[in-house]
């Protein structure tokens, strides 16, 4: 099995700037792709970005692109979410994501750490 351990998040002014890791440990770690997906109160869970296992291919949903960017540390095991010009609406919980199918739904992937809030406010 994987496990999937989130952090990085926090208080955050709006303009500010966070980076959320996102460390796996456990078996088969090789070619697992990666996605970030967010979910405020009240609402359902929103895709944010997603990248292949080789890295040579990721995704963004619009409401993040240019702002947010995807990474990979395969030789740490490791995904980072690079969060910049945070705003108040990008207040969610983060929650880091792998599995060997991966896109832009949340039942493609297999795996899933606990979450990370992150609060933008002033």
């Known amino acids: 099995q994987v496990q999937l351990v989130e952090s990085g998040g926090g208080l955050v002014q709006p303009g500010g700037s966070l980076r959320l890791s996102c460390a796996a440990s456990g078996f088969n770690l090789d070619y697992l792709g990666y996605g970030w997906f967010r979910q405020a109160p009240g609402k359902e869970r929103e895709f944010i970005t997603t990248?292949?296992?080789?890295?040579?291919?990721?995704y963004y949903a619009d409401s993040v692109k240019g702002r947010f960017t995807i990474s990979r540390d395969n030789a740490k095991n490791t995904v980072y979410l690079q969060m910049n010009s945070l705003k108040p609406e990008d207040t969610a919980v983060y929650y880091c994501?792998?599995?060997?199918?991966?896109?832009?739904?949340?039942?493609?992937?297999?795996?899933w750490g606990q979450g990370t809030q992150v609060t933008v406010s002033s």
């Open positions: 994501a792998a599995g060997l199918n991966t896109g832009t739904i949340s039942y493609e992937y297999d795996y």
């Open positions: 990248i292949s296992w080789n890295g040579g291919r990721t």
